[in-house]
């Protein structure tokens, strides 16, 4: 008996460190119970993954959705297998392609005039280490669709979302941005080897980045600005990376709260038991107690915006996202000034 005892404390050990770890990459369950009657959102890249079930999860709660993506055959089954499953008619597909700026702009217009209110703009759609691609215009593949796309789609739809406040701008990042460098000589990799994971990174930081310097500017507008990390789950995200290859990092991934950060950005603000203190500020849900909403998000960065990381709490991520101008926030934004130059002359 005595010969089985380290084998199984071994594979005891394991099991264990794998379901701990799974519980950490995951989060945790949104406890916002609200609905978003009347309310349109626009979510990119809902076709699959983690846009598509947070598309489920807020036509669950009364939303008119409209996914916007580049495959419209896999848009209109999901859009069709949403509908199916909440009864809720009010689930749409729509073109849009991030790596296209004639794409971008014809989504926007159609928007603009076709819709009376854009109430909340999930820019969930990116690309995650894939080989050296350029977009339609030319820039590198993955800064193109992560950051430069969602940039001039937000732009556009600015006044739209000013005239329905209160809105929220809900940029997705990830914690990759901590390892991200932005190297204005040279944003395309032609003049360096490329490198997947850096280009990805790159990508990420300056989501982050310009996420900060927009919600600074839209203070007083009633549009709040959050990036968030999701966490970590099996999606097809990660279809250049080859992380699902193993039984363990796929059961590892296979997180059922995936998409619950961006629920919770996206509804919180709408429930009276934890709402923001300061929706226009883009204060951290709270409880009317005070203390934070429900879950375990955190956030750190200026006073303005935020980035809220699934399985964290405030104090362990205070420290993640350095200051704007260490990261050269105006460099950044003009960045995006690249993919847009007529698009917001306002900004």
């Known amino acids: 008996m005595s010969r089985y005892v380290l084998p199984l404390s071994v594979l005891g050990t394991a099991v264990g460190g794998a379901v701990l770890l ?54 209109e089954a999901a859009a069709k297998e949403i509908r199916g499953e909440t009864l809720n008619h009010r689930v749409n597909a729509r073109h849009l392609d991030l790596a296209s700026l004639k794409s971008i702009r014809e989504f926007a217009a159609k928007v603009t005039e076709e819709e009376e209110h854009v109430h909340i703009l999930i820019n969930n759609a990116a690309v995650m280490r894939c080989p050296h691609w350029t977009t339609e215009d030319g820039f590198e593949m993955q800064l193109g669709v992560n950051y430069l796309g969602h940039f001039l789609l937000t732009n556009l739809l600015l006044d739209k979302l000013k005239a329905s406040a209160p809105s929220r701008i809900i940029n997705v990042s990830s914690l990759a941005h901590v390892a991200g460098h932005i190297d204005f000589e040279d944003l395309n990799w032609e003049k360096r080897k490329y490198d997947t994971k850096a280009a990805y990174c790159q990508s990420k930081l300056a989501v982050v980045v310009s996420t900060k310097e927009l919600s600074r500017r839209l203070q007083g507008t009633g549009v709040t600005v959050n990036a968030l990390h999701p966490g970590v789950a099996r999606t097809e995200l990660g279809r250049h990376t080859g992380m699902h290859s193993s039984a363990f990092s796929s059961f590892t991934l296979e997180s059922p709260y995936c998409t619950e950060e961006l629920v919770f950005q996206a509804t919180s603000w709408t429930d009276p038991h934890c709402s923001p203190s300061n929706s ?16 375990k998000a955190g956030l750190c960065g200026g006073p303005v915006s935020h980035i809220f990381v699934a399985g964290k709490s405030r104090q362990e991520t205070r420290s993640v996202l350095p200051g704007p101008r260490d990261l050269g926030t105006d460099r950044a934004q003009a960045l995006g000034c690249q993919a847009s130059v007529d698009a917001a002359p306002g900004l």
Do not use: H, W, Y
Request: net charge positive.
């Open 280 to 295: 226009q500020a883009g204060s951290f849900p709270t409880e009317p107690s005070g203390k934070p909403c429900g879950r």
């Open 22 to 75: 799974k519980d950490f990459v995951a989060g945790g369950a949104c406890p916002s119970k609200a609905t978003i009657p009347g309310k349109t959102v626009i979510v990119t890249g809902a076709n699959t993954g983690i846009g598509k079930q947070t598309a489920l999860e807020l036509a669950k709660r009364g939303g008119n959705i409209i996914l916007a993506c580049r495959d419209m055959e896999k848009c």
